[in-house]
């Protein structure tokens, strides 16, 4: 083989390997190469957080790696990365990484399933379904004023007109006594009791005592309890379930470790 055909043959095999290498390096700074793996790992960074890498940006992000490069380099001649505050500083971010890390990895080997998921808005339906009752109530501190109340109503006064005037719960008297739509077991067994035997659109005709004082309620409507869907709240529970699963991880963590 000829002398110029040689010299063309290793040109060719060194611009393939430089070629090779720009392709594993975004850049080399001051004969040190900034790895793509960078690039990319800031370019997930950006991802999580919503927003779209457009050629602009890895433009950007290519230039900012870079500077991260030179600066890092320049604090290294300073010796900067052989202080005490320094290295306390890099342990600390070590430790988050390999937290981070070992919940993803947990989070992947322990998922929450559809059977989970299931089984907990089951739960959850078992827990809240039946009736909600739409109630008023006038609330005062002594028996004999609950049984004044109740006279007035009987001769045509207005609920809602009394309860302002009269009612000690500052919450629903200033609205006329209204309360939102409840389960009774809300409500304290007293309230709770006298509520479900009245009628609808009925009133006590004596006053119930509880801890509170004296009430006098009157039921306005009762429905069947709303409850979602599976599919409208299936990420807020797989969320929750996972949340649950995480804690006891970590909790079994902490009671195994041994701590002096």
Do not use: C
């Not at 907990?120 to 039946?130: H, P, R, T």
């Not at 302002?164 to 919450?171: C, F, I, L, R, T």
């Amino acid at each position: 083989m000829k002398k110029h055909a040689l010299l063309a043959t290793a040109t060719a095999v060194l611009l393939a390997f430089a070629g090779s290498a720009m392709a594993q390096n975004i850049a080399i700074v001051n004969g040190k190469a900034v790895p793509s793996s960078r690039m990319e790992a800031l370019a997930q960074q950006v991802a999580k957080s919503g927003r779209q890498i457009t050629p602009e940006m890895q433009g950007q992000m290519k230039e900012e790696l870079i500077a991260r490069e030179i600066f890092g380099q320049a604090a290294q001649a300073l010796g900067l990365d052989a202080t005490d505050d320094f290295k306390s500083q890099m342990e600390m971010v070590r430790q988050q990484i390999l937290i981070r890390e070992l919940f993803t990895s947990f989070q992947a080997k322990n998922p929450v399933t559809d059977a989970d998921i299931k089984a907990e808005y089951d739960k959850f339906v078992a827990a809240n379904s039946g009736k909600e009752y739409k109630a008023r109530h006038i609330l005062v501190e002594k028996e004999d004023q609950a049984k004044a109340v109740i006279a007035q109503l009987k001769k045509g006064g207005k609920f809602d007109e009394i309860a302002k005037k009269s009612s000690k719960d500052p919450g629903s008297g200033a609205k006329g006594g209204e309360l939102d739509w409840a389960n009774p077991s809300s409500y304290v067994k007293e309230f709770s009791d006298a509520l479900v035997a009245l009628s609808k659109g009925k009133t006590t005709d004596a006053p119930v005592k509880s801890q509170f004082g004296y009430h006098i309620i009157r039921l306005d409507d009762v429905r069947e309890a709303p409850l979602p869907k599976l599919e409208d709240v299936k990420p807020q529970i797989a969320q929750q379930l996972m949340q649950q699963k995480m804690g006891k991880y970590q909790e079994d963590l902490r009671s195994k470790a041994k701590v002096e």
